[in-house]
């Protein structure tokens, strides 16, 4: 089991910026971290996802705004947002996939970010 705890949400006028945080129960080392959003009505989408080696993968409606890293270390999986708009005001979930098995995977809890004026 993981445990994942998701902070940094808030709300940001348009062109802010935040950065999420998602902290891990244990080793994230053997996961793929990702980050997914859901809007109000909407399906729940991937954002960002990094493995422990290899490409990051970008939603195309995010690229060249946001940057998903990660901090082995620490068990942390972070979500720098920049140039917010509007349309990006969602529920932002940390995930973490196996490397071993992609149908073990975790979610976090969930923090709101609302991008308005």
């Known amino acids: 089991q993981v445990q994942l705890v998701e902070s940094g949400g808030g709300l940001v006028q348009p062109g802010g910026s935040l950065r999420l945080s998602c902290v891990a129960s244990?080793?994230?080392?053997?996961?793929?971290m990702g980050w997914y959003r859901q809007a109000p009505g909407k399906q729940r989408e991937l954002v960002a996802t990094?493995?422990?080696?290899?490409?990051?993968i970008y939603a195309d409606s995010v690229k060249g705004r946001f940057t998903i890293s990660r901090d082995n270390a620490k068990n942390t999986v972070y979500l720098q947002m920049n140039s917010l708009k509007p349309e990006d005001t969602a529920v932002y979930y940390c995930?973490?996939?196996?490397?071993?098995?992609?149908?073990?995977?975790?979610w976090g809890q969930g923090t709101q970010v609302t991008v308005s004026s």
């Open positions: 995930n973490a996939r196996s490397i071993y098995s992609s149908s073990t995977a975790y």
């Open positions: 244990r080793s994230i080392f053997s996961f793929t």
């Open positions: 990094i493995p422990s080696g290899g490409n990051t």
